[in-house]
């Protein structure tokens, strides 16, 4: 069992926002951000101005918006398939800049690709040079709390923008360990001990706080963590055991540490959305779903996996493959809209989220983009 101390800091990334609850059961009318590459909509293109990435280019956003976006998949995002669940538009990036306020209405999204939960500084005390965007969740933080006076002065809002707003906190954590190991040869047993402390500050109804996917199912890890040992793999879904088994410790923590947060702080709830387990049924019954290749990527290029990581991302040398629909990665380390519409669904309407998150509002019946699948499908 970990000590004490290590068990409270593996609070990951939480923004815990505190307020008396509202009588009744009102739906939200925003939906604030944080997180990284899996929530962003363009904060990381934004923040690179006019510098090169290949997510600025098709294929990225071929499915659905029929250009790219600055998400990272081929067309929406689970955060995408929240906010339609609830009836709200697209929730713009905030380094879009103040000439987007008027679509600030709805919320905000702070999440950046490659953004830690923790900050570089944490790496670097560790001996790892940190060459990846300081945009961690503390500077998201920041950025809220800067943004909230305007909001809060909005006509008819004060408290109540609080109380009627969505908090998706996450999936964060995830680079926290994806750096180390990566990048600087860190072990397993290493990158157990990095974990985020977050403060519990400002005041809000509703927290949504995913957990991290199962990183041992991800074609780029499965390509650089190829074993000629059978045991390493599980037998059912083809995922490596041990990288599942840190997402698995991981999780667990980040659970105890909600529990304890939900006894000291009654008066909010606070939902653990359970993207490891919705992820986890796609690579156990893939043929119920309808995905053909879970564990390959779609835009990759040839390798057990299709992924290569001098040929990813849309790079030349690449390939995409003609129905991203069949796949569960797009490009070897995000997910392509069919999976994460998948995940959605098992998280607003399935038993992934604990408690329930369709009991926080009873009007989450909007079927944007399908997201509502066939009941005798259901999660």
């Given amino acids: 069992m970990a000590p004490k101390h290590l068990r409270f800091s593996l609070l990951i990334p939480i923004l815990t926002i505190l307020l008396l609850l509202k009588t009744g059961n009102c739906c939200f ?31 990225y956003g071929e499915t659905y918006f029929g250009h790219p976006t600055g998400r990272f998949c081929d067309g929406r ?14 929730i713009p990036p905030y380094l879009a800049g103040e000439s987007t306020t008027e679509n600030f209405r709805h919320g905000v999204n702070f999440a950046v690709c490659g953004a830690t939960a923790l900050n570089n500084s944490f790496f670097e005390s560790k001996g790892i040079e940190a060459f990846w965007t300081d945009y961690s969740l503390g500077t998201q933080l920041e950025w809220f709390k800067q943004l909230l006076p305007s909001i809060l002065e909005e006509p008819g809002c004060g408290s109540s923008v609080m109380s009627s707003t969505l908090f998706v906190v996450g999936e964060i954590g995830g680079n926290d360990y994806n750096h180390p190991i990566l990048f600087s040869g860190t072990t397993l047993d290493q990158v157990r001990t990095f ?28 390509t650089l963590f190829q074993s000629e040992k059978k045991d390493d793999y599980d037998s059912e879904t083809g995922c490596i055991k041990s990288l599942n088994e840190l997402s698995e410790y991981h999780n667990a923590m980040l659970s105890e540490e909600l529990a304890k947060l939900r006894l ?109 699948l066939d009941p005798s499908n259901a999660l």
């Fill in 29 to 59: 009318t925003r939906i604030f951000c944080f997180g990284d590459s899996i929530s962003d909509t363009g904060n990381f293109l934004i923040s690179i101005s006019d510098g090169y990435d290949p997510i600025r280019n098709l294929p």
């Fill in 264 to 372: 000291l702080y009654p008066n909010v709830t606070i939902i653990y959305a359970d993207y490891y387990e919705a992820s986890m049924n796609i690579f156990r019954n893939p043929n119920k779903f309808g995905f053909s290749y879970p564990l390959m990527a779609c835009c990759g290029a040839k390798g057990p996996y299709n992924y290569s990581s001098f040929a990813q991302y849309g790079n030349r040398g690449s390939t995409v493959c003609s129905d991203p629909s069949k796949y569960g990665s797009w490009d070897g380390i995000h997910l392509t809209e069919a999976a994460y519409k998948t995940i959605a669904h098992g998280v607003l309407r399935g038993s992934y989220s604990s408690p329930p998150i369709s009991n926080t509002c009873s009007d989450i019946m909007h079927d944007s983009g399908s997201l509502l």
């Fill in 77 to 90: 995002i689970i955060l995408d398939f929240i906010a339609e669940a609830y009836g709200l538009p697209f």
């Fill in 195 to 222: 974990v985020p402390i977050e403060l519990i500050s400002h005041g809000a109804k509703t927290l949504l706080v995913p957990n991290n996917f199962p990183i041992g199912c991800v074609p780029m890890y499965l």
